[in-house]
Nanobody, 121 residues
Framework: QVQLVESGGGLVQAGGSLRLSCEAS????????MGWFRQAPGKEREFVAA?????YYADSVKGRFTISRDNAKNTVYLQMNSLKPEDTAVYYC?????????????????WGQGTQVTVSS
């Protein structure tokens, strides 16, 4: 069992930055591949970024967001720069035992509770 706790969300103006953190705990949590997803009101949950031995990003955030991990701290980060109002959503981190990169939410085994990101125009 792996527990995930996100933090770092908040309200920011367009063009600003936020860094989300996801602390993992539980058995062998550092061996899981990790992803970030988001869900805006009235929309389906969508893939944002993932990290295994490499990283992968949704086109909508490529060049603006950076995913990273610190295995010593069992923490995954999502650095979000040049934020836009359309980035407003609840952001979730997730862990998967799937090898390599996967963007399908159904492939992820554990989820955090989410953290709200609101970008004002």
């Amino acid at each position: 069992q792996v527990q995930l706790v996100e933090s770092g969300g908040g309200l920011v103006q367009a063009g600003g930055s936020l860094r989300l953190s996801c602390e993992a705990s539980g058995r062998t949590s550092s061996t899981y591949n990790m992803g970030w997803f988001r869900q805006a009101p009235g929309k389906e949950r969508e893939f944002v970024a993932a990290i295994s031995w490499r990283t992968y990003y949704a086109d909508s955030v490529k060049g603006r967001f950076t995913i990273s991990r610190d295995n010593a701290k069992n923490t995954v980060y999502l650095q979000m720069n040049s934020l836009k109002p359309e980035d407003t959503a609840v952001y979730y981190c997730a862990a998967t035992r799937t090898l390599g990169i996967t963007i399908a939410s159904m492939s992820y085994d554990y989820w955090g509770q989410g953290t709200q990101v609101t970008v004002s125009s």
